[in-house]
């Protein structure tokens, strides 16, 4: 079952992300403003890669997530960076917190600027459509967030984890995590997430709260020349 996550990307826009799909040929990515992660298939071919260009453009970057796929060799490096996936273990119960609430698109600008000032990863105004997100306030100010991303059957990615500098370390993050790893649960999926390896904050976080890691993973983008 865990198999549909060594392609994640590819298979959430096979699936329940479909309706935020582009494609051409056999390359998929987000729309723009939701994500830039873009997929081809497993053992692409030179017609994949050419699909992908097409679908990306000139001079695009073409961001893999953690595809081992390589692509041709005039395709630039522009990012690489080693991580971990992590698996929430199967019949690992998680608790709901009351203070998080549900943050719409009238909180985007915030959530932006959140993700600007914490950067826990890519977010763009879009990205909150591709799942729940949740935030706490402290007096009116969003001051942290956490969301879902990537949702190939049976699995939801826990995204956007971040918390103002100066509000850490009282478990807003934790809270957060595990209310949406209730809210994923109570659905039937499981949660996943992925960390770069040198963030120990959040990955002694995630382990003290449960998650296993699966795999490592290097997230790559290439420029398509
Ligand atoms: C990782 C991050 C989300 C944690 O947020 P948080 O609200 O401080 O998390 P919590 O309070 O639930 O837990 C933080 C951990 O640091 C400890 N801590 C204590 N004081 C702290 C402080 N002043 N600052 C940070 N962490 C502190 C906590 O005890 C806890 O440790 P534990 O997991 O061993 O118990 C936050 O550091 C952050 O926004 N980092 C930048 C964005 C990022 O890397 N996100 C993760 C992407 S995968």
Not at 199 to 223: C, D, K
Request: hydrophobic share 45%.
């Amino acid at each position: 079952m865990a198999a549909v996550l060594d392609d994640p990307v590819g298979a959430s826009l096979d699936g329940r992300h479909a309706h935020l799909a582009r494609r051409v040929g056999r390359a998929a990515t987000y729309l723009p403003d939701v994500s830039t992660f873009a997929t081809v298939p497993p053992d692409p071919d030179a017609a994949a890669w050419n699909d992908l260009a097409r679908l990306l453009g000139r001079g695009a970057l073409a961001d893999l997530f953690s595809s081992p796929a390589t692509p041709p060799p005039d395709w630039e490096p522009v990012f690489t960076l080693d991580g971990f996936q992590l698996l929430w273990p199967e019949d690992h119960p998680a608790a709901a917190a009351p203070e998080a609430v549900e943050l719409g698109a009238a909180d985007v600008p915030e959530m932006l600027d959140l993700a600007a000032r914490t950067r826990p990863g890519p977010f763009w105004p879009r990205t909150r459509e591709m799942g729940t997100y949740l935030g706490v306030r402290e007096n009116g100010t969003l001051v942290a967030m956490a969301g879902e991303r990537l949702r190939p059957p049976g699995w939801t990615e826990i995204s956007a984890v971040c918390t103002l500098p100066e509000a850490r370390g009282r478990g807003h993050a934790a809270r957060l995590v595990t209310t949406l790893a209730a809210r994923i649960l109570a659905r039937g999926d499981r949660p996943f997430l992925h960390v770069a390896e040198k963030n120990t904050t959040a990955l002694s976080l995630y382990e003290r709260l449960g998650f296993e890691i699966r795999r490592p993973v290097t997230f790559r983008g290439f420029r398509i020349p």
